[in-house]
């Protein structure tokens, strides 16, 4: 089964950037597309960004210019540059990918990893 490990959250001032990484491991499959939500303390979900296999990119209105989603193939593994941080950042950030393995399609999602901006 496939499953995706978070990495890359952690404390940064407002202003200040960071690099979240994703990586997908398991055997036998493939990805589609790849997302990252983000999840803060009113417990509201939000899709930030998205990436297609063919790495088409869309972003919530919120973060366009701030963040960029990318993805390395070869590494299985979805990454979400942010800079110009600004404390209503602050959240859970989880990922999310499209997966096809032994023909089965199945949703997956990482446990996520805190990003917190002070101000």
């Known amino acids: 089964q496939v499953q995706l490990v978070e990495s890359g959250g952690g404390l940064v001032q407002a202003g200040g950037s960071l690099r979240l990484s994703c990586a997908a491991s398991?055997?036998?499959?493939?990805?589609?597309?790849m997302d990252w939500y983000r999840r803060n303390s009113g417990n509201q979900r939000d899709l930030v960004a998205t990436?297609?296999?063919?790495?088409?990119?869309n972003y919530a209105d919120s973060v366009k210019g701030r963040f960029t989603i990318s993805r390395d193939n070869a590494k299985n593994t979805v990454y979400l540059q942010m800079n110009s941080l600004k404390p209503e950042d602050t959240a859970v950030y989880h990922c999310?990918?499209?997966?096809?393995?032994?023909?089965?399609?199945?949703?997956?999602w990482g446990q996520g990893t805190l990003v917190t901006v002070s101000s």
């Open positions: 999310r990918a499209d997966t096809l393995s032994r023909h089965v399609y199945r949703e997956v």
């Open positions: 398991g055997s036998a499959f493939s990805i589609g597309a």
């Open positions: 990436i297609t296999s063919g790495v088409s990119t």
